[in-house]
Structures are given as structure tokens and as C-alpha cells.
């Protein structure tokens, strides 16, 4: 046979070839990352994981929903925006997991579901093994406090489309739930009392605005900010607080179908506490929150300070000090207080759920009606910040 082209694997003049390492693929860099993640990933399994790390897929005995009379599977995905940007600034990657899990499993407990197991996606210019594997360790150190196996992953490695330090991440989970402790907007009643869990920080959401704010103001991550008590990019770093385990603590104390009950969650992340809060309550009910129940944290007065950022945007972007949201019935109220801040979770009693009558004020950024597609109930904020 002739042909005038190269035959396959010529090399056109170049006797050493072309190599996938030469491409910028390190596959031994690859192995020797997972050698290193291998202990806290395996950390975070239990008698329900099946096999180890490395295999296709991650295997998991759901043998217990025998015992459920109508098991309802919750699922949830989601990443961490650009507050990688920061960790990688700062070469510090054994954080950013908790926020990856905190992401994911704290949407999944908003209805009361326990998040089983999770698998997670690294994608990055250069493998280096040991930046990885903090990753991965950040995210099985969150599992652990979550109650959640970490059962899989995948590391992909992109040379041209990604730079030698830049990653990304992104996660998945699936929990379950019966379907008669299904947590929701259906179970929300007027007379009900919200309560608000307090934030570690800026949590994952709002990092677009954070650094183009920080930028034009010209300030250095290693700036000592003596309102923070550290030094700006260690306040950024902050991790996610991940509530699943309190969360599904009390529920389980106030079952659903009791007087003293646990009604839904709301988890405050992107659209701040009023959008995500309408998404769990029923049309033609409105949760009136009291501003003056908390106290701004520190970072978000510097942020609004810094960058004159009106108040409207702040709460419709930043979680202002309040991750998760806890609905109870009025007779629950104070006991849930006292359980979450027993638990080290500092918490409040913030507002009450009313009947949304038509001498409420229904316009302007202080009432918000639906969000994210769901025609739901309402949020009134009152007052201002203590």
C-alpha cells in the first residue's frame, strides 16, 4: 500500500514522538494524587460503602430503605464559584471542600432528606498531586461532618483550557427521605416562627461582587484588617458552615407530624435570606424578618463600606451573617433555639410567618415574592440591622 501522508504514528521528523505527558497530561501525577487522598476519602466510608478508591463507580448498600414505606431519593449539585480564585491566590486548597459540601448537602437537608453519599469533579490546568489531594481531604474532612460517605471522583486534567494553577470544582450527593417527613412549603403554617443559624462568613455565594469590591479598592489579600482580626484573605477563606447534621438533628426531634414541629429549612445562598426563604413557603403566606435580631458580621459592613454597595444588592447577593433558616411551629420555637446553640450553632428567633393581607406593603426590595422560578409565598424584611 502507498500513501503521500504520514503513516499512523509517524512522527513527521520528530524522532521522540509525541507524548500524552508531552501534551500536558501527567497520568502518574494523576496516581500519585489519589496515593495521597486515598486515607480521608476512605475516612468518610461506612458498612454501607462497597470497595474502595479507584474503582468506575462508587458502590453503596441501600439496603435500609427496606425499611422505609415510601423512600423519596434527594439530589443536589452545585460548586463553589469563584472563591477558588481566592484559595488559589492564597495556595490554600484544603478548605475549599467545605464549601463544595456545604453547596451540596445543605440543599438536600432543606426537605429533610439525609445526604447518603457524594462524588466530586476537579478540573484543573496541572495536576500537581499534592494541591489535590488537600482538595479532596477538604472535602472528606466536610463528609465527616456532614455524616456523609464520599464514595467517588474524577480529577480531569485540562492543558490549554486551564492555567498550571487554576481548578475548579464541583460536587453531587443524593440523600433520602420518607415520604410522610418530606419537609416543605405544604407544611408551613401562619403562626409559624422563623429562625435564623448563623453564617460562618461569606460562605460560597456573592465572590464576583466581594473581589470586583475589593479590587477597586486596591486591597492585598495579606492586608491585616484589625475589624476582621486576621488578614483579608484569611476572612475570604473562611469556610462554608455546614449544617446537615444539626439541621437533621432537629428535625428529628420535632418530628414533622408533631405539635412541637420542624415545618421546612431554607439554606441562604445565591439571591440572599428573602429570595431563598420565599421558596419555602406556601403562596398567600409572608415571613416578616426582623433585621434588628442580629448583628451585621464584620466582613459584610466592610464589604458594603468599601465598595458602597447599596443595601438592596448586599441582600439579594450575600448571606449577611444568616446560612440556614429553620421554620418551626410556634411551640417549638424556643426549644429549637436552645437545641441548635446547645450544639455550638449560634441561633435566633427572627420573624413569624402571617397570612400575607393586603395592608402589607408589596413593592420595593424590602417584600420579595417568588424566586428562582418558584411562585411561592413572601418575605418582608423589617427594620434595620442591629
Not at 110 to 129: R, S
Amino acid at each position: 500500500m502507498t500513501s503521500a501522508s504520514p503513516a499512523a504514528g509517524s512522527t513527521s521528523g520528530n524522532a521522540a514522538g509525541i507524548t500524552y505527558a508531552a501534551a500536558g497530561v501527567d497520568v502518574e501525577a494523576g496516581d500519585r494524587a489519589v496515593e495521597l487522598m486515598k486515607g480521608a476519602v476512605k475516612a468518610t466510608h461506612n458498612s454501607s460503602v462497597l470497595g474502595g478508591v479507584g474503582g468506575f463507580a462508587g458502590l453503596y448498600d441501600v439496603s435500609k430503605l427496606l425499611t422505609y414505606k415510601r423512600p423519596l431519593l434527594a439530589t443536589s449539585t452545585d460548586g463553589v464559584g469563584t472563591k477558588v480564585a481566592i484559595a488559589q491566590a492564597m495556595d490554600i486548597h484544603d478548605t475549599i471542600g467545605f464549601d463544595l459540601v456545604g453547596m451540596v448537602v445543605d440543599d438536600i437537608v432543606v426537605v429533610g432528606a439525609e445526604p447518603l453519599f457524594m462524588t466530586d469533579y476537579i478540573a484543573c490546568g496541572k495536576v500537581v498531586p499534592e494541591r489535590i489531594a488537600d482538595i479532596v481531604r477538604g472535602i472528606a474532612a466536610a463528609c465527616s461532618v456532614a455524616g456523609t460517605a464520599l464514595v467517588g471522583g474524577e480529577t480531569a486534567e485540562h492543558p490549554g483550557l486551564l492555567g498550571e494553577q487554576e481548578y475548579d470544582v464541583a460536587g453531587a450527593a443524593t440523600g433520602v427521605v420518607e415520604a410522610s417527613e418530606l419537609l416543605g412549603p405544604e407544611r408551613v403554617r401562619a403562626g409559624d416562627v422563623v429562625i435564623g443559624m448563623a453564617s460562618s462568613g461569606l460562605h460560597s455565594n456573592g465572590y464576583s461582587l466581594v473581589r470586583r469590591v475589593i479590587n477597586h479598592a486596591g486591597w492585598a489579600l495579606d492586608r491585616q484588617v484589625s475589624e476582621l482580626g486576621r488578614t483579608l484573605g484569611e476572612e475570604l477563606l473562611e469556610p462554608t458552615r455546614v449544617y446537615a447534621a444539626d439541621c437533621l438533628d432537629l428535625a428529628r426531634a420535632f418530628p414533622v407530624n408533631s405539635a412541637n414541629a420542624v415545618h421546612g429549612f431554607s439554606h441562604v445562598t445565591g439571591g440572599g435570606l428573602a429570595a431563598n426563604l420565599a421558596r419555602v413557603l406556601p403562596q398567600g403566606l409572608v415571613a416578616t424578618v426582623d433585621r434588628a435580631t442580629w448583628e451585621l458580621p464584620a466582613i459584610f459592613k466592610l464589604v458594603s463600606e468599601l465598595g458602597n454597595v447599596p443595601l438592596a444588592d448586599l441582600e439579594r447577593t450575600l448571606n449577611l451573617g444568616v446560612g440556614m433558616v429553620a421554620i418551626v411551629s410556634a411551640e417549638a420555637a424556643d426549644a429549637a433555639v436552645a437545641r441548635l446553640n446547645d450544639r455550638g450553632l449560634p441561633s435566633w428567633v427572627m420573624g413569624t410567618v402571617t397570612e400575607d393581607s393586603d395592608s402589607i406593603l408589596k413593592s420595593g426590595p424590602d417584600y420579595v415574592q417568588g424566586a428562582k422560578g418558584v411562585d411561592g409565598g413572601a418575605v418582608r424584611l423589617v427594620n434595620g440591622y442591629a
